[in-house]
């Protein structure tokens, strides 16, 4: 782990600020914390309480728009962690799960998930480095593209 700094001074350095905390769309909270681990729900791309879009990645959503939406997701993750213990706690992003809302054939889940793995690294450098899954699903809550959940160590 790298010297303790401040995140949310990263994130305005990147010109990015958290959202607010998406409101769970069913019986769930945001983030748990167990230890010194917080994990996040699954995380949708909310905007402003909507979703930017809907569909299968690989049909009606172009895996790009996804890859965006994957990063919207990975802002909402670490918004709901920043809601639970302060983003600036954490020391390190220890695992990213993402999931791919995919069209029939559609093989490209890795580069979709590099959305939210490239902001977690852009933020937090090598504090980042992750382990990582990228799934592919029939369908996802609410006809999202993508969802992501984060696990985060605290300092």
């Not at 699954?42 to 049909?59: A, E, H, N, S, W």
């Not at 983003?87 to 939210?116: K, W």
Request: hydrophobic content about 45%; charged content about 20%; proline content about 6%.
């Amino acid at each position: 782990m790298s010297e303790p700094q401040s995140w949310h001074a990263r994130l305005a350095e990147l010109g990015l600020r958290l959202p607010p905390v998406a409101a769970p769309v069913a019986s769930y909270v945001p983030a748990v914390r167990i230890g010194n681990l917080v994990m996040t729900s699954g995380q949708l791309p909310f905007v402003d309480g909507g979703l930017r879009r809907t569909g299968k990645v690989g049909g009606s959503v172009e895996a790009e728009d996804a890859a965006h939406d994957a990063k919207v997701c990975a802002l909402n993750a670490l918004a709901a962690v920043d809601d639970l213990v302060g983003l600036d706690s954490v020391a390190r992003v220890v695992r990213v799960v993402g999931y791919v809302a995919s069209a029939e054939g559609f093989t490209g889940q890795p580069r979709v998930i590099n959305g939210a793995s490239e902001l977690i690294g852009k933020v937090f450098g090598k504090d980042g480095e992750h382990a990582r899954s990228a799934v592919g699903v029939a369908e996802l809550p609410l006809g999202a593209p993508v969802e992501v959940e984060l696990t985060v160590e605290l300092r």
